[in-house]
């Protein structure tokens, strides 16, 4: 067996999804990931961070706290705090976020809209850090179904 | 169809977008000129917020940071590139080439009822194919609200086939700054009474003259 080779975005902490792996379904998790791979239906990683590859294809509706898309998304985007399209991203969906980065070359068809930051009156209640866990089934030749909440939108709602 | 539209995106991004060169920094230097148009429309959406912006141009970083920076919620719809796409495009017996205007509007410009206070089309129907162009100015007047305002550029008789195509980054309230993009060649000279037909669904128009090649018009749905 190959002794595991660590790329040049690998972060021992942060969990990874590599660019031959199709996610089917409703990816979700506690924990920082970086997506390489493929997915089709919708991501949820609530208060962490997400990272899409160059490799990264996705279609789907994405939501966490930090967004960095290099690779293609094809689904609406929810930073809470932050997206950021770098040069090399085609993203064809919507954005919401409070902050945005956008670096020159990208594509990006959708609207954008800016989140004022609301701070919250009380303190968030934390979650207790559970397993990455995704209701997903990680095959090339899954079928499982996939749902999302639809975001306002102003082209169509997209659908996976 | 996935890797033909890959292969299309990573066309129009340029080398310097897969050569591994550093990034943010403009391949292209970049111009500025004064502009009477991008300053009549500031002050129609001055002192509004959550007005809803359509920019038909390449996706400008500047554009976006500049009117999402004044409250708006922009848009984003590069249809010039979108138009390029090889599945709109169909070679004729004759050797000439047409966009399927079906699928280009199927695929395009698809919005729910008037929601657009604002466009900015810059010069995108000099570029644009002959079949899209009156198509377009309709989908674009059917989309926008009534009051709403458009800007637009027109390149006079002046500017040769080979007139550069630019993005136009918003720089100020009056200014923009220029940028060379893909060398897209013009289609065609509209004079004036053609851009008073093209727009003749719209309720006013104003020309404003430049010292270049390029007369700027907003108009008012």
Redesign the interface.
């Known amino acids: 067996m190959e002794p595991f080779k660590q790329g040049e975005n690998f972060r021992a902490d942060v969990a990874h999804i590599g660019k031959s792996v199709l996610v089917k379904g409703e990816l979700s998790g506690s924990e920082d990931l970086y997506l390489d791979g493929e997915v089709e239906g919708s991501i949820d990683l609530q208060e962490h961070s997400l990272t899409i590859g160059p490799h990264g294809r996705v279609r789907a509706n994405v939501k966490a706290r930090d967004i960095v898309v290099h690779g293609?998304v094809d689904g609406n985007i929810h930073g809470t705090e932050r997206v950021e399209l770098?040069?090399?991203a085609?993203l064809m969906g919507d954005i919401s976020t409070q902050r945005?980065?956008?670096?020159?070359?990208?594509?990006?068809?959708?609207?954008?809209?800016?989140k004022k930051d609301a701070k919250p009156a009380a303190p968030a209640v934390k979650e207790t850090p559970k397993a990455f866990a995704a209701t997903a089934s990680v095959s090339s030749t899954s079928t499982s179904d996939s749902g999302f909440a639809p975001q306002a939108s102003?082209?169509?709602e997209k659908k996976y | 169809m996935a890797s033909v539209t890959q292969n299309f995106f990573r066309l129009f991004r340029g080398e310097a977008a897969h050569n591994g060169e550093i990034a943010n920094g403009h391949a292209e230097p970049r111009g500025n000129r004064r502009s009477s148009g991008l300053a009549e429309f500031t002050k129609l959406i001055a002192g509004q917020e959550g007005l809803c912006i359509l920019d038909l141009g390449p996706t400008s970083p500047q554009n976006i940071a500049h009117l999402t920076g004044l409250g708006h919620r922009v848009y984003n719809e590069d249809v010039l590139l979108a138009s390029m796409d090889p599945s709109f495009v169909a070679k004729n017996e004759d050797g000439t080439s047409s966009v399927n205007l079906e699928n280009f509007l199927a695929d395009n410009l698809k919005y729910n009822g008037q929601q657009f206070d604002a466009v900015l089309a810059w010069d995108i129907p000099d570029y644009l194919h002959e079949t899209l162009v009156k198509a377009m100015i309709e989908r674009i007047s059917s989309v926008m609200k009534p009051g709403g305002v458009l800007l637009a550029f027109f390149h006079t008789k002046d500017a040769g086939p080979d007139a550069p195509y630019y993005r136009y980054h918003i720089a100020g309230k009056d200014s923009l700054d220029l940028q060379r993009g893909p060398q897209f060649r013009l289609q065609r000279v509209f004079n004036n009474r053609h851009i008073e037909n093209l727009f003749r669904d719209y309720s006013n128009i104003k020309f404003f003259l430049a010292r270049d090649n390029v007369r700027e018009i907003l108009v008012v749905r």
Do not use: N, P, T, Y
């Open positions: 293609k770098k040069r090399s085609v945005i980065i956008i670096e020159d070359g990208a594509f990006f068809k959708g609207a954008i809209d800016i102003l082209i169509q």
